[in-house]
């Protein structure tokens, strides 16, 4: 696009854009580069209840990573990560697929798939706490149907704890990327579908291979949305099963608001975050170089 | 009970129009579920009434919740008057750095030091000879709470301690009761550990691993026998379906677990639920072992503020609280345990006449808070709450990390 | 299946081929899954409403799928007017409109500025902006507790700490990363020709941006404006930390209500205020919802 205007001198090209972008420009590096660099600093000091700097070298990554209760987090992180990714944007996109076939009560169905979003996540914790429960929540009741042996109490066994706020998270979220997805599936073209229409391509080959390619820029949307959701993931956590049983569902960002609110201990949750924001890091910028810097539209 | 809250909420707002010369403090706190707003409730009465404003603001959720917004304000430079911390090594670095007011002046005219039982309260409020906060109740973790109803259900005693709990386990277990109750929250079982290394390991040992932070007193015999009780404990607790501890302290007026142990607090789910201690149910403090109460609790800290007029308001507000009158008020309502022994608290029922009898005796210990780190405390959390749910850790593994997180305490 | 729709398609919404029949095999296994996803969404939902209508005694007896055996709106009002914060036993109430007056402005500020991100970033890229939206991104994933201390100290210095416009910057902030990927991702798939013809016509940055751009873009905002209206309605550690009591909004009662420690907790009153706390994003939704049918007519005019 920039091309377009190649007769104007280099600073005032754009002159509009680069004033309207000053807020952007301002949180990108006061905000978020002053504040990361305030952190990755601060985790290499003692500071306990308030920043200090006494420097201990790598002390509080060397006990961060001596940690169970971390290396747990970490593991916690990658399977809750991989199966949320998945199911999100695959139940997010059927879901609006089939909220966009000219189906009635298009607004209540979509109503229905939303609202857990809007409810906070203390509660819904509870409410899910409760539902999965053995003794009052689906077992019971699957139980009472006869089926005495049944067995689902996923928040009381250590080996599938992390399913039991899978499910919770997924209920919550997923409206969210359907929503997106939906926009995305509103801005395609209507001749797209005439075309392939005519050309008598079946409606899911359609999806597969023509509307889901044009959707890759809201993919990505989606895939940010829900990928720092994963990372951040805290709340829900907490309310549901305060990472228990034991540690065998704590996360890292537990792990960090607790080392540093909790346990006063402010170096070693800077130095949780830094290596969060490490990996994170790690496997952005490659993508992110591909994705933006790479090749210019136009 | 709602009707007296309102005339009290309309008497507040009546006080506070009037009061116009008034200084206005804003004050921080986490109390929030009913009996604690009662008691607030007689703090700001009392305090309004002395010809200043109190202006709340509560925060729910003690220490990770509360502890940054605190924290900010005063950092923010525009802190608010008056502000609840667990009283203990939690303030010391906002002393260093200058931003909480010394308050040693208002102790000595009040003679803190002569009417504060125990005496150790206030030596937690004093860094370097001078006392930087209020000390205004007392709460004791020491408590086995038992159901009358699960016992009479599998025919046997109510035990009368630890041990004999411990020998009616199978019994309850086969009448389908659980035997100790025991939350999923960390805290929960990082609190009975505690209560247990007081009751079992006895005052000396408890001492001198959680004050002098002696390691060979961690890896030595008394704390042996302490995670082997607890490693009982956790299999007695292990089917304990529930995560927060007033759904445990549920299941024992419900009769669907023989005990739990929970501090003082757990008292109002019993007095909600219409039940009589000795009749419906019986506390034993320190787990009818070792019959002692550690000393925790809450105090009020006070920022350092430009305004002068505050400074004096902050002055007021900190004498009022060790008062005879405020003590009374607030801690009937609050179901903890005055910080002075000089006053009359015959309205108390028989659990916390117990703890107050307890206390005269002087069989106190400090609280795990005031002299552990909070880095140092959740660390135990960690390895405690880890070792319960994961029966795969043996007591003596257990054992070798507490005394490694003791003696990297510094 | 697909035969003769091509031609009597409507253009107000749905894509997708026309119902034909009622019970065509499509329509049950559109209407089923529908209705099998409705029950996972919807479970939770009543467990709480019933829930919040029975009293304390019943809820003890823990069946958590059961009605009601006696119905009680006690805890809707207690949610709503009687539960204490402290002293102030006025309920949900006491920061309604607190939080609508945070709401307002943080929302309209936070949009606007992303969505002038977004459009700058997709059609009017200028050196080094990559940079600056790559380093947004990343900031989306950094746990914004992190920044707690060092945002204090900025606001203080520039003399917004303690007040509505800080909290709204705050709130501008937090938003800025998703909302501008949000937006430049939807500018850059409007088929670009839109935007050279209004360049040919001579307009400019902010012509095409409202002429444009903006009305295409509704679907999205709607996206934005749910995204947003959820997250600064819901939030509870910003409006504490860089506010005051006088301007706390409703989530410090709500959390109030849910999250005490200490003391007994009321779940029917806890399931009350979460879903009247939740009214307020739930009725936007609802409205919101229909620009997404708009949104499709405006676009469709483009054609």
């Given at each position: 696009m920039a091309a377009t205007q190649q007769p104007r001198p280099a600073w005032l090209k754009n002159m509009s854009a680069k004033l309207a972008s000053i807020p952007m420009v301002f949180t990108a590096l006061v905000i978020f580069v002053g504040c990361t660099l305030w952190t990755v600093y601060y985790s290499f000091t003692n500071s306990k209840l308030l920043p200090n700097s006494n420097f201990v070298g790598l002390d509080q990554y060397t006990r961060l990573w001596e940690t169970n209760r971390w290396l747990v987090s970490v593991e916690n992180l990658v399977i809750y990560g991989v199966c949320s990714l998945i199911l999100s944007l695959v139940l997010g996109f059927l879901l609006a697929a089939l909220l966009d076939q000219?189906?009635?009560?298009e607004n209540t169905f979509r109503s229905i798939f939303l609202y857990?979003?809007?409810?906070?996540f203390i509660v819904t914790g509870l409410v899910w706490q409760w539902i999965l429960n053995p003794e009052y929540g689906v077992q019971h009741l699957v139980r009472q149907l006869g089926w005495t042996s049944f067995t689902f109490d996923p928040l009381y066994n250590a080996d599938i704890v992390i399913y039991g706020i899978l499910i919770a998270g997924i209920w919550q979220g997923s409206g969210l990327i359907m929503c997106i997805m939906l926009a995305g599936l509103r801005g395609i073209d209507s001749e797209i579908w005439k075309a392939a229409r005519v050309d008598g391509i079946p409606t899911w080959k359609t999806y597969l291979w023509v509307v889901i390619p044009m959707m890759k820029p809201v993919f990505i949307t989606a895939l940010v949305l829900i990928a720092s959701g994963i990372v951040k993931v805290y709340d829900l956590v907490v309310a549901q099963?305060?990472?228990?049983?034991?540690?065998?569902?704590?996360?890292p960002a537990k792990y960090v608001y607790d080392k540093m609110?909790?346990?006063?201990?402010l170096g070693q949750g800077f130095a949780a975050s830094t290596m969060m924001l490490l990996s994170v890091v790690v496997i952005l910028i490659p993508w992110a170089y591909l994705q933006f810097g790479g090749k210019r539209r136009g | 009970m709602k009707m007296i809250k309102t005339v009290l909420a309309a008497t507040v707002a009546l006080g506070l129009s009037q009061a116009v010369y008034a200084t206005e403090l804003e004050v921080t706190h986490w109390w929030t579920s009913g009996g604690e707003a009662a008691a607030v409730t007689e703090l700001a009465k009392a305090f309004d009434a002395s010809g200043d404003k109190w202006k709340d603001g509560a925060i729910a959720g003690?220490?990770?919740?509360?502890r940054p917004i605190i924290i900010s304000r005063i950092m923010g430079g525009d802190p608010m008057g008056a502000t609840q911390l667990n009283h203990g090594k939690q303030a010391e670095e906002l002393i260093a750095a200058g931003l909480l007011l010394d308050l040693t002046e208002v102790a000595e005219k009040e003679k803190w030091r002569e009417v504060i039982k125990p005496v150790s309260l206030l030596d937690s409020c004093t860094v370097n000879g001078k006392v930087y906060c209020a000390p205004l109740n007392i709460h004791s973790w020491q408590w086995l709470w038992l159901s009358h109803k699960a016992f009479a259900d599998a025919k046997v005693?109510?035990?009368?301690n630890w041990d004999e709990l411990v020998a009616a386990a199978p019994k309850l277990e086969a009448a389908g009761k659980v035997p100790l109750a025991v939350g999923q929250q960390p805290w929960q079982s990082a609190g009975v550990f505690n209560v247990m290394a007081i009751a079992i390991a006895g005052m000396d040992s408890w001492k001198a691993v959680?004050?002098?932070?002696k390691a060979e007193v961690a890896t030595g015999a008394e704390f042996a026998k302490v995670f082997a009780a607890a490693d009982q404990a956790r299999k007695m607790s292990a089917?304990?379906?529930?995560?927060d501890w007033n759904q445990a302290t549920n299941l024992v007026i419900t009769g669907g677990a023989g005990g739990q142990i929970m501090g003082d607090w757990a008292q109002g789910e019993f007095q909600l639920a219409n039940q009589t201690a000795g009749k419906d149910y019986t506390c034993l403090p320190g787990?009818?072992?070792?019959?002692v109460i550690s000393t925790g609790g809450d105090a009020f800290y006070f920022p350092v503020v430009k305004d002068k007029e505050k400074t004096e308001a902050q002055k007021r507000l900190a004498a009022l609280m060790v008062s005879q009158q405020v003590q009374v008020a607030f801690n009937l309502k609050k179901g903890s345990l005055p910080?002075?022994?000089?006053?009359?608290?015959?309205?108390?029922n028989d659990c916390m006449k117990k703890g107050l009898k307890i206390l005269a005796d002087g069989k106190i210990l400090p609280d795990v808070n005031q002299t552990l780190t909070p880095d140092t405390v959740t660390q135990i959390e960690d390895l405690i709450v880890e070792f319960w749910n994961d029966q795969k850790i043996s007591p003596a593994d257990a054992q070798a990390r507490f005394a490694k997180i003791i003696s990297a305490e510094k | 299946m697909a035969k003769s729709e091509t031609n009597t398609r409507l253009r107000e919404g749905a894509r997708g081929t026309k119902p034909?029949?009622?019970?065509s095999r499509r329509n049950i296994f559109i209407y089923g899954t529908l209705l099998v996803a409705a029950i996972y969404y919807l479970l939770p939902l009543y467990v709480m409403v019933v829930t919040s209508l029975k009293g304390m005694p019943e809820i003890r007896m823990?069946?958590?799928?059961?009605?009601?055996m006696e119905i009680t709106f006690q805890p809707w009002v207690k949610a709503w007017s009687?539960?204490?914060t402290g002293i102030n036993?006025?309920?949900?109430?006491?920061?309604f409109w607190n939080s609508v007056q945070i709401l307002i402005p943080s929302v309209t500020i936070s949009i606007a500025v992303a969505a002038v991100n977004g459009y700058a970033l997709a059609n009017w890229r200028f050196k080094g902006a990559e940079v600056f939206f790559t380093i947004l991104i990343i900031g989306?994933?950094?746990?914004?507790q992190i920044m707690i201390y060092p945002i204090v100290i900025i606001l203080r210095e520039l003399g917004l700490y303690g007040g509505l416009w800080g909290l709204v910057m705050v709130h501008t902030i937090f938003g800025m990363p998703i909302l501008t990927l949000l937006f430049r991702n939807y500018f850059a798939s409007i088929p670009e020709e839109l935007f050279k013809a209004a360049r040919v016509d001579g307009a400019g940055f902010w012509g095409i941006f409202f002429k444009i751009m903006l009305p295409m873009a509704l679907p999205i905002i709607v996206v934005a404006i749910i995204l947003q209206v959820t997250g600064i309605w819901n939030d509870f550690l910003f409006g504490v930390i860089y506010t005051k009591p006088d301007l706390y909004p409703m989530t410090v009662q709500l959390n109030n209500i849910v999250n005490?420690?200490?003391?007994?907790?009321?779940y029917n009153v806890n399931m009350a205020a979460t879903l009247l706390t939740g009214l307020v994003p739930l009725v936007i939704y609802f409205f919101s919802g229909k620009l997404f049918v708009r949104g499709i007519a405006a676009g469709a005019v483009k054609g």
């Open positions: 000219k189906i009635r009560f857990p979003f809007a409810l906070s099963t305060s990472g228990g049983p034991g540690i065998a569902s704590e996360v609110f909790q346990a006063q201990n | 003690s220490g990770g919740t509360a005693e109510v035990p009368k959680f004050v002098d932070k089917k304990t379906n529930v995560q787990l009818g072992v070792n019959e910080v002075r022994s000089d006053i009359d608290l015959n309205t108390a | 034909s029949k009622a019970w823990g069946n958590v799928f059961g009605p009601p009687e539960a204490c036993c006025d309920g949900l109430s006491r920061g989306a994933f950094i746990p914004y005490s420690v200490q003391g007994v907790k009321e």
